[in-house]
């Protein structure tokens, strides 16, 4: 949206220059270049915006691509660190798994115990 809206901007500037710069937005690409790059905050240095629209646009890109790239980092960080709370419930699902299973099996031998001392005395 953003390179869309550079290229009809800057367009008409370049189209009414005498001596047309090194760098034109005649073509999409250039513009999403130019986006591309202003997003990343990396800049280039043939490649500027020349009317006061295309560089408010241009500032208002930058701005969000380093909001964008903020975000990016923000869902990394937390994704990294949900996978160590994942480790610590799965610790916990194991070890109450574990006492569950001892539990039971706790059980399942009263219950034998019981049924032959029932059997031994002839209690059936």
Excluded at 12 to 21: H, S, T
Excluded at 93 to 105: D, P, Q, V
Aim: charged share 20%.
């Amino acid at each position: 949206m953003d390179a869309y809206i550079i290229r009809i901007w800057e367009r008409p500037y370049f189209e009414l220059a005498f001596d047309p710069p090194y760098y034109e937005f005649q073509e999409m690409s250039s513009a999403i270049w130019y986006t591309i790059i202003s997003m990343t905050s990396v800049g280039y240095g043939n490649i500027v915006a020349s009317t006061h629209i295309g560089r408010a646009c241009a500032v208002f890109t930058i701005i969000n691509g380093a909001f964008l790239l903020a975000l990016l980092v923000g869902l990394i960080i937390d994704w990294f660190k949900l996978d160590s709370h994942k480790k610590e419930t799965l610790q916990k699902i194991s070890e109450e798994r574990l006492a569950a299973n001892f539990i039971k099996t706790s059980l399942s031998y009263n219950i034998l115990k019981q049924k032959r001392t029932r059997y031994l005395r002839g209690e059936q």
